[in-house]
């Protein structure tokens, strides 16, 4: 093939290409699409996933029906809720694993975005960027205790990596211990801190020095900081959640985090909080640590931190140990961490959450929202096992995962979403926006009586 056949070739190659970005660029213009362009949109999506994203998902997804030829496709949102390309609506209790704390595309957030955006969507990477820098202080302002320097991420994967350097920079040591039914995410560093073994076998020999112990099991961790320091392996850090997410939504008993404290005040070891799904005004404070009264030395941060509308995560850290960084800042850097787009999100989620009182909305509706759950699956001891939560962040646990499968279909069919926890898959997550109306809430409840008693009679 000479060279002048082949650019032909490879410019009607471009030429569809681009044909079919502009009819996608189109539609992307558009608030609402015919039923025509609908059915287009469906196709696209599901072959798009089928052949070119991971067909997996047609398999794991409730939305998709038994011959894949038909899904729910997620088209615009508001508020508290989802729309599809077909127009459904649809109460979102996912909440997009926790990021939309202040609701769906809040006016407040979107502006601070867009303002910045007329001006700068990216920095330099040689300037002094101002809002990292503004930021950074609010941070130090609300953050518990003497927390007070922050290293901007772009998610809480990235976060607890982040953390997971600055702790090895800090001392000489190398042993960690996470818990049981931990999640801090699925890169090599955060992973080794993850507790699931289905994530974790295929990528084994993970990182070295890290140890599992029971969550909310103060003497095994007691026990483990002892064995390690009778055999040289001292422990650099405690990586936890305050309340596991992943895990099914698991508190810790009384006392727990506040002994654990004590523990890595003893052994000279850094306590990090991985408050990722917690932080924000979830459970009912600001940040989870406050629930318990305990100071970190690292807080991870990310999910709602960039208000549902940009990626975006915070390490927070105690001087004494971000000054690790301080003699070569770029010893752990990340080109879009902290970009003005982030930082103008995450001003924004912080100046809502306090003005809103969304933290204590949290609290007051999450009662309110716990009670009303528990209340409606009094008859149903058979299917479900437990209910709890702190805040908007609750648990239904089931004594099995097809139970709680069959739920979350049915409650889907509803227009209520819903979805099951990474690491205990017997246990549906509730955590909608923190802005969720209490008539919204009640439609939660009422679905969620009535899709139990549909199973009944399956």
């Known amino acids: 093939m000479n060279t002048v056949t ?16 502009n009819k996608v660029l189109g539609l992307i213009e558009k608030s609402q699409v015919s039923a025509e362009e609908a059915q287009w949109i469906t196709k696209e999506t599901v072959d798009g996933f089928r052949e070119h994203v991971n067909p997996g998902f047609l398999e794991y997804r409730k939305t998709v029906t038994v011959d894949t030829q038909f899904a729910a496709v997620e088209w615009s949102d508001e508020g508290s809720c989802f729309t599809d390309v077909n127009g459904k609506k649809y109460i979102d209790c996912l909440g997009g694993f926790g990021i939309y704390n202040v609701g769906h595309r809040h006016p407040k957030v979107v502006k601070a975005v867009q303002d910045q955006l007329q001006r700068q969507a990216l920095h330099s990477q040689d300037l002094l960027d101002p809002l990292r820098a503004m930021l950074a202080k609010i941070l130090a302002d609300i953050t518990p205790g003497d927390l007070k320097y922050s290293f901007f991420t772009n998610s809480g994967t990235e976060s607890v990596e982040a953390a997971l350097k600055l702790a090895k920079m800090y001392s000489d040591r190398t042993t ?14 955060s992973l080794s801190g993850t507790a699931k073994g289905m994530f974790r ?9 890290f140890r599992h112990v029971p969550f909310g099991d103060i003497d095994m961790m007691r ?7 009778l055999v040289g392996e001292d422990v650099a850090a405690v990586l936890l959640e305050p309340i596991q997410g992943e ?3 698991i508190l810790p008993p009384e006392n727990y985090l506040k002994e654990v404290r004590a523990l890595c005040d003893e052994y000279d070891a850094i306590l990090i909080f991985d408050e990722v799904q917690t932080g924000m005004g979830r459970t009912g404070e600001m940040f989870a640590s406050e629930l318990y009264d305990v100071v970190p030395d690292i807080l991870c941060l990310a999910k709602a931190f960039g208000g549902g509308v940009m990626p975006a995560g915070a390490v927070v850290a105690k001087e004494k140990v971000f000054s690790s960084f301080f003699d070569n800042p770029f010893m752990h850097t990340t080109t879009f961490g902290g970009n ?17 009182q969304l933290p204590n909305r949290a609290k007051e509706l999450g009662e309110y929202f716990l009670a009303g759950l528990k209340k409606a699956a009094e008859k149903h001891g058979d299917k479900v096992l437990e209910i709890r939560g702190q805040g908007l962040m609750i648990g239904i646990e089931f004594h099995q995962d097809e139970i709680g499968y069959a739920l979350s279909k049915g409650m889907f069919d509803e227009g209520i979403l819903v979805a ?10 509730i955590e ?15 679905t969620f009586e009535k899709v139990l008693n549909e199973l009944n009679h399956q």
Do not use: M, W
């Open 223 to 229: 026990k483990t900081f002892e064995t390690c320091a």
């Open 176 to 189: 960690f211990i996470s818990t049981t039914r931990s999640f801090h995410g699925k890169s090599l560093g």
């Open 6 to 21: 082949k650019n032909q070739e490879v410019n009607k190659a471009y030429g569809e290409v681009n044909e079919y970005i």
């Open 201 to 209: 076998k295929p990528f084994l020999p993970l990182i070295p020095g």
């Open 420 to 429: 099951g926890t990474l690491v205990n898959s017997k246990t549906i997550r």
């Open 340 to 356: 003005p787009l982030a930082c103008a999100a995450a001003i924004a989620t912080i100046n809502v959450l306090i003005e809103e």
């Open 432 to 446: 909608p926006p923190l802005t969720i109306s209490a008539e919204e809430v009640d439609q939660v409840i009422s």
């Open 247 to 249: 895990g099914g939504i």
